[in-house]
């Protein structure tokens, strides 16, 4: 149960309905986001980016971050992700990234099928790709790139490694798949790719980042595409060289903070992407267990890893596990894909960016978190009539008088009717100067 949140947008809502409904005293949504409220999606992944590191550096010295500080404050946001389960190196997490898919199959895993089995950490070259390497049962594994061109959106790809030319190769005009969807916008899946290689941690590192993120900033600034994916591989270099929590690392996050405010610069200043722009960052895997390592995926300092939401729907200062109804905060657990309650997982990233622009999952991919319903809100004969769209994952309606600090009690099961198109529930009005809130919560 997560009260403080939900209390918070229920609130606000609030506000909104008297003021459209002429304070009728009313019900009041709770918390929602996605359902293709962006136009625009930037989808950042910070290579070695710890969420422990983040957490404390966030706390200690709020100053040197003001771009983290903001996605965090404006956003919903949480340091405690997950890197997959089983591997924790760069090229199969950004591989799950892209393709919502675990990187391997266990045993006796039912939830979380047809990993894309791709777990070598280099680019192996031409005429390699994540197609014909990993899981041969999936001969075509599809990632957010193919389900954002191919509903004829224009995308783009950034990346500061040489080995991320792996992924540009597997959705290229020769190994892409058909665009069946619409209109045939051909099998590339990327309308723009740049590499960068960071190279070694001297000063070059920071330079060549400057020089990625201008590529991007000019990008979006002139013809921004409607999904952007781009890889900062600042601090994984400096975890590497200076180990992860080393005063050289913060000095990394310093810089990537400044590249941020970069991109949210052009995005505050862009008459197109202003207010319609949402960013998705996380990580592929944190370090730091050993000093310079990031291999033992069992580390918690490895393992755990920020995710946050930015963007119009998202409501501010949220924690991103109550948007959620099939994910769950797993504290300090280090959970495999049998738990029945999942944590939320890098691998989550990609589908996230696709609800947020409205669009599909991707096709095959297992790692969907499911945003928690809208409620909508009717008057009728019968008096006040809630209702929601049933999906995956149990909710508990509930109700109370008063938002802040509210008494919030379950509404039993037996009171609301349901059909495959919505659950309702139907309740007298209020009488006047009195207020009832309702708010969906994800079952104990
Ligand atoms: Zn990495």
Redesign the pocket.
Known sequence: MKPKLQRGLSACLFRALLLLLGCLPGALPAATVGNGVAQYVVHISA??LGGVFLRDYLAQYPEEFPSFIRLWREGAGTFNARCDYNIS??EP??TSILTGRPVLQQPTNVLFSAPHGFDDNYDPGPPATLHNMGNLEVPYKASVFDVTHDHGLRTAFFAGKDKFALFIRSYDVINGAPDTVGEDNGANKMDVASIIDYGTPDFSVQENSSNLVSQVAETLGTNPPRYLFLHL?DL?IMGHWYGWGSGMYRYGLQHLDLQLARILAVIDAHPLLAGRTAIVLT???GGGDRVGS?VYADAPTVYTIPLVIWGPGVSPGLDLYSCFGNRWDPGTQYLDYNAPRQPLHNGDSGNLALKLLGLPTIPGSCLIPVFVPRLNQAITNQGLEISWQPVEGAFVLEQSETAHPGTWIPISGVSITQDHLRRVYQTPIVPAQTSQFFRLIQAP
Request: proline share 0%.
């Open positions: 290579d070695g190196v760069t997490n950004h591989a994984d990580a592929d895997h990031h």
